[in-house]
């Protein structure tokens, strides 16, 4: 009887323990993995492979400087020709799956329909058939942050019809590889060059592109999922997760105008991103509405900036997922302001007395994983989660001991969320396989577990300390390993 049960919640995806319940461990169907993303280690980009421009090249190309040390992503870890190399990496750590994306403009150059690359099918098809040969789950990012760039000159994410042409190249994804790929994550961070400048597209207006960009990520992702369920899972029986991006966002203080400033700028955070999807009631958040409604309306506007979701909208897009994946790398605090300028009203800053990085945005706090796990539990009607990324920048180094700090506070967090606080967390995700080209910083920033030497052709990867411990805690699956040099 109790093996039935067991094997009935293994087949569920509930946490079981073999009913031995050990808090320093995870629990039997846990799924350990290792994360990167196309744009950031595949090269490739000769002709010959027929990959389309996206973004990225075309911002790069423009002008070099916008990446630190002028660098690029030409041929980053050349993953296009060394995939094999990378899965043996991955077998190496006896990881159960391994998280990557597709490249939008790889597949489709155009990013339109009407031409697909053989080469981009030949090569995706050869990574996911050597994993699954070699026991390892796919876990497949649709779209992370490399748009083609035909689309971006169209006003990218901004532009209402992407919602469409993203359900045509979702359409051909599922169709060429859902066969053996059983989870998808429809999108990773994506609107950061709509409200900011610190990337392609460098829009910078946050009061009106970093909202259009939202709403259409939305309707793009709610029209991929309604595709993957009327037309694909009965066939296919895969999962579709909508990803947040995570930071934390902690009170500076107990005063009761800062908690409710921290509360306020979650919903303008997580909210934003994810309320459609995941709330009861969906829609944007009470408080987005109200609030950007009345600023709008004291700006002169003639309608609020916040983009309204039609009741339609609202129901199209409420509950397409089937679990959450959160990025977690940080916390920030927060404090009430009368005086920023942005719609939400606070001050941002880190405790400066947390443990820095190689990255100025990454500072050491682990509860804050546990707090968003919380968070998201109470407030989005408790979804089964996987952490699809968490990790630490450095410079490379092969004794890699503040990386291994780093991730073992973070898994400890991890296993409080799962025991004491109930959260169904189903796995568990290192940023990164690879050191790798990590966006504006180029290769001066490095999260890798293992090494890769940019200066050799070759591309040589090498062991550092945290692979050998991340092998050992998934063999025993406890943060709490010894003995792994
Ligand atoms: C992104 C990765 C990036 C990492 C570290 C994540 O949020 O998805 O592409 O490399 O952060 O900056």
């Not at 309204?308 to 977690?328: C, H, M, P, R, W």
């Not at 942005?342 to 443990?355: L, P, S, T, Y």
Request: glycine share 6%.
């Amino acid at each position: 009887m109790f093996n039935l049960v067991f094997t009935i919640l293994l087949v569920s995806g509930i946490p079981v323990n073999d009913g031995k319940e050990d808090a320093h461990k995870f629990p039997a169907n846990f799924l350990f993995g290792a994360s990167t993303s196309a744009y950031q280690i595949e090269g490739g980009n000769e002709k010959l492979y027929g990959k389309g421009e996206n973004m990225w090249d075309f911002s790069i190309k423009k002008n070099p400087f916008i990446i630190a040390n002028k660098s690029n992503a030409e041929i980053s870890c050349d993953s296009y020709h060394k995939y094999r190399n990378d899965i043996e990496l991955l077998k190496y750590l006896g990881v159960n799956f391994y998280r990557f994306s597709i490249s939008w403009s790889r597949l489709l150059p155009d990013g339109y329909s009407n031409k697909v690359n053989t080469h981009a099918v030949r090569y995706y098809n050869d990574v996911i058939n050597l994993l699954l040969m070699n026991g390892i789950e796919p876990m497949v990012t649709l779209h992370h942050k490399d748009l083609p760039q035909k689309l971006q000159e169209i006003g990218g994410w901004t532009n209402p019809y992407l919602a469409y042409y993203y359900e045509d190249y979702a359409r051909i994804v599922f169709t060429y590889f859902g066969d053996r790929v059983k989870y998808w994550i429809t999108f990773n961070e994506i609107c950061v060059g709509y409200g900011g400048n610190i990337e392609p597209p460098f829009l910078n207006q946050p009061e009106h592109a970093g909202y259009l960009c939202r709403n259409v990520i939305l309707l793009a992702h709610a029209k991929a999922y309604h595709l993957y369920d009327q037309v694909f899972r009965n066939i296919q029986r895969g999962q579709v997760g909508y990803l947040i991006e995570g930071r934390w966002l902690q009170s500076a203080t107990e005063q009761p105008e800062d908690l409710k400033a921290a509360e306020r700028a979650r919903q303008f955070f997580f909210g934003l991103q994810g309320n459609a999807v995941f709330h009861p009631d969906g829609d944007f958040p009470e408080v987005m509405k109200r609030r950007i409604a009345e600023i709008s309306k004291k700006q002169g506007y003639l309608r609020s900036r916040l983009p309204d979701l039609s009741k339609e909208e609202v129901t199209f897009i409420q509950g397409t997922y089937d679990f959450l994946a959160v990025n977690y790398y940080s916390t920030v605090l927060i404090k009430d302001s009368n005086t920023t300028k942005d719609d939400v009203g606070v001050d941002k800053f880190q405790n400066e007395e947390w443990k820095k990085s190689a990255s100025e945005w990454l500072r050491v706090y682990p509860d804050g994983l546990r707090n968003i796990l919380r968070w998201v539990k109470d407030t989005f009607d408790n979804p089964e989660v996987f952490i699809t990324e968490n990790g630490f920048s450095d410079h490379g180094e092969l004794n890699d001991t503040d990386r291994v700090s780093y991730l073992k506070l973070h898994l400890e967090a991890l296993l409080q969320a799962i025991y004491e606080d109930k959260i169904p967390v189903k796995g568990y995700s290192v940023w990164s396989l690879l050191d790798n080209f990590e966006w504006m910083a180029g290769y001066t920033e490095k999260f890798g577990l293992f090494h890769v030497n940019f200066n050799d052709p070759q591309r040589t990867r090498t062991t550092k300390l945290s692979a050998k411990w991340y092998k050992k805690v998934i063999a025993e699956r406890t943060p709490s390993v010894v003995d792994y040099y």
